[in-house]
């Protein structure tokens, strides 16, 4: 995916631009928003709920038993679209924000020489609602053991300016506190699942039908279950409301 972004984007850097035209910082700034853009798929599945919402639906897939239905497209894209309606405001408050001081300020060339501060600029003003979201959706042991971390190891003159509100600390606590979250979930999803696979399996044996796999009763009855209780929807609903 990185490897074809880049493809699709070099053509902005063989324009036939003067050498007068073409400075350093220029092609600083270019070279800044190609690894932008090829770094975005990333930052939208590590920084939204994108995650958790994957991991929880691919367990109640492998908790129903077929491995198949729904396919990892549809997974995704049901991961994707309830992303939209979790970072909907957040996304919302940086778009805001980022347009109220691009208003404030002189046109200027996306890669002229000047664009690069001016692009540092709007990062800085759009970034604060994304802190936001992650420290009021991670956990404080997390962020606390992530500070702790980083200030280890980081070199003796960054560790003066270092705090567990800055995103090498909190976007790690943040992932570590969605994974923890979804498997969570996941094991209650299990659960009741696991007490079907157990009943069916021990009655299959007390009725000596030790040939007959479990599977072929309890899926109907997994299936059955999900059903009755409009699982998906229960499931998506209730991930969706543990965001703040």
Not at 33 to 38: D, K, N, Q, T
């Amino acid at each position: 995916m990185i490897i074809s972004n880049l493809l699709l984007l070099l053509p902005l850097l063989a324009t036939d631009a003067s050498a007068d035209s073409l400075t350093s910082a220029s092609v600083v700034t270019r070279m800044a928003v190609i690894a932008g853009i090829a770094l975005l798929p990333f930052a939208i599945m590590l920084l939204t709920s994108f995650t958790k919402m994957v991991v929880v639906l691919s367990l109640l897939r492998q908790a129903i038993g077929v491995q198949q239905a729904p396919p990892n497209q549809v997974i995704n894209g049901m991961a994707i679209l309830m992303s939209i309606y979790v970072m909907f405001p957040t996304g919302l408050q940086m778009y805001q924000e980022a347009s109220t001081y691009i208003q404030n300020q002189p046109k200027t060339e996306l890669f002229s020489s000047e664009s690069a501060l001016f692009i540092k600029n709007v990062v800085d003003v759009s970034k604060e609602p994304l802190r936001k979201f992650l420290q009021k959706n991670t956990t404080r042991n997390h962020i606390v053991y992530f500070y702790k971390l980083a200030y280890s190891k980081f070199p003796q003159e960054y560790k003066k300016n270092l705090t567990n509100q800055d995103f090498i600390v909190l976007i790690p606590a943040y992932i570590t506190s969605q994974l923890k979250g979804a498997f969570e979930i996941g094991v209650l999803i299990y659960l009741p699942f696991f007490v079907i696979d157990l009943v069916t399996s021990n009655i299959l044996l007390a009725m000596g039908m030790m040939m007959l796999s479990p599977l072929t009763i309890a899926l109907p009855l997994k299936l059955l279950l999900l059903v009755m209780v409009d699982g998906w929807t229960l499931i998506i609903q209730g991930i969706v409301q543990t965001y703040k």
